[in-house]
């Protein structure tokens, strides 16, 4: 047979559109031609396949032109997907395989020059989409990838080590590989949909570790079970980054769908790990990460760090040192939940709903309103108005605006962290958040920060003097009907943990104390 086609599938954002690997042997000049816009490390998969075959015991047709072409033309591909498909289409093409049940199956792996299989990224992402295709198709996959894939429930994945453990499955009748495979040949296994590992807690990262800091705590449990953004600002070592860290512990498991979104997401970054399933991603990029690596971007687009946090925790410490360009990228994927790259070449759109987490410092060194008292000694604040006024520049009012919760996070006395009693651990706290988001779910059908329009309407209503606090305190502060609706929100969590069915004057008066202006900026 001159002409084989075998099934494969691309990688596009989220997406997994299918593509056929045409295989057409013809005499003339030897060559090796490879067309379908593919990429460079798709290109280069003629040296690998040709090795890969070679050595693994097959004829590669060196006297013949060879023309392979990835369908459709117009869809780009890349990585080293494509090398198992590619090598099982030349086979088939020059008859040393069978391929008339390659229309039952997908295949996708890189090889090494050996014939060895490598893992793929976005394996999970190849099986959810199998997953919305009709039933009967199998995937093919190598160690590593296949037990990504089999996650996805009613997908039949096969686990392939190396390049002849699949090539034998299909060996012709008059072949001298036929019978050489066997039922329990440990390089070909079908998986079974794998038991889904329960989520366990980190011990090592618990609230109880955190001496004082009872109003940043209750700010942090407020946060978790409403969903809202915080902001905090402290001197250095007063504990933000160490409340920060232990934010994820008072969150709940991720239910099976968001739980696959997430995991998507890591396994087109190739960081999906097994051990993580159902927690929620913490990420925590360095303030010198640029606009393209928060948001993502490259060609072809890549997630960036607030799609990796999407159903968890993206916490940016020290926020004014981030470049301004990558803060400013940030306002839209907060409000919209998603990020769309477009490119010239094409356009992906990345899930980003995460909840922000952020410190900063008062001043550029960080002591701002730091008093001594009697004969104390210790760092003061030399930073003069005009230096103070530029940092806190450097976080725009709209960006502001869009955070729920600002709080201040004062030095702790040493005699307070020497002799603080035991503190309350995450476990407790993570109970009451729990039962807060779930009461608001019930409700409302989602978390308290997700509410806006007819919604926030219904499940926000306002006593009269309820109200007449609200329109007082925000011509005061002159907030924003964004601010407004936000401090809103708060009021409506925290009547939620008092297990309160409508918003009191006291609940108001709560959130109005986590949307104070900063000393900084008085």
Request: proline letters at 7%; one cysteine or more.
């Amino acid at each position: 047979m001159r002409l084989s086609l075998v099934q494969s599938r691309a990688l596009l954002g989220l997406q997994s559109p299918s593509v056929t690997v045409e295989v057409h042997l013809a005499n003339g000049l030897p060559s090796f031609t490879l067309v379908g816009l593919a990429d460079v490390e798709v290109k280069e998969a003629r040296e690998r396949v040709r090795s890969a075959l070679q050595n693994s015991g097959f004829e590669f047709p060196s006297n013949q032109r060879i023309t392979v072409n990835l369908a459709p033309a117009d869809l780009p591909k890349d990585s080293g997907r494509f090398d198992l498909p590619i090598a099982l289409g030349i086979l088939a093409a020059s008859g040393q395989i069978d391929d008339r049940l390659f229309k039952q199956f997908e295949f996708a792996g890189e090889l090494s020059l050996s014939g060895a299989l490598r893992p793929v990224k976005g394996a999970l992402i190849m099986g959810l989409a199998m997953h919305q295709q009709p039933q009967g198709r199998r995937l093919v996959l190598p160690a590593g990838s296949a037990e990504e894939a089999s996650l996805v429930p009613n997908v039949i994945v096969y686990r392939a080590l190396h390049l002849k453990d699949v090539a034998l499955q299909f060996a012709m009748p008059d072949s001298k590989h036929h019978g050489q495979a066997t039922p329990d040949m440990g390089g070909w296994t079908k998986l079974a949909t794998q038991a889904l590992p329960a989520q366990v807690s980190d011990p090592t990262l618990d609230l109880a570790d955190v001496k004082g800091q009872a109003g940043a705590k209750r700010a942090l449990e407020i946060a978790a079970a409403g969903g809202h953004s915080l902001l905090m600002m402290g001197p250095p070592g007063s504990g933000k980054s160490m409340l920060a860290h232990r934010f994820s512990g008072l969150l709940g498991p991720l239910p099976m769908t968001e739980a696959l979104e997430a995991a998507s997401i890591a396994s087109l970054a190739g960081g999906f790990d097994l051990s993580q399933w159902s927690r929620r991603p913490t990420r925590h990029p360095h303030h010198s990460a640029s606009a393209v690596a928060l948001v993502g971007g490259g060609s072809p687009p890549r997630p960036g760090e607030i799609s990796l946090a999407h159903h968890g925790v993206l916490f940016l410490d020290e926020l004014p040192e981030f470049p301004r360009s990558a803060l400013e990228a940030l306002r839209e994927p907060i409000e919209s939940g998603s990020v769309t790259i477009s490119r010239a070449a094409m356009r992906a759109e990345f899930p980003a709903r995460f909840q922000l987490i952020a410190a900063m410092n008062p001043c550029p060194c960080g002591y701002a309103g730091q008093t001594r008292q009697g004969g104390q000694k210790g760092p003061v604040c030399r930073c003069t108005p005009d230096q103070v006024h530029r940092y806190m520049r450097k976080i725009s009012g709209p960006l502001l605006d869009r955070i729920d919760l600002h709080i201040e996070v004062p030095s702790q006395d040493a005699k307070l962290l020497l002799n603080a009693p035991t503190a309350e651990s995450s476990t407790a706290i993570r109970s009451r958040c729990l039962e807060a988001n779930q009461m608001a779910r019930r409700r409302q059908g989602c978390a308290n920060q997700a509410l806006g329009g007819a919604l926030l309407d219904q499940h926000c209503a306002l006593s009269a003097d309820a109200s007449a606090y609200l329109h007082q305190v925000a011509s005061h502060f002159g907030w924003s009907s964004r601010s407004t609706h936000r401090v809103l929100k708060v009021a409506r969590t925290i009547a939620d943990l008092s297990k309160k069915q409508t918003i009191e004057t006291a609940h108001l008066a709560e959130a109005v104390q986590y949307r104070q202006p900063f000393e900084a900026d008085r």
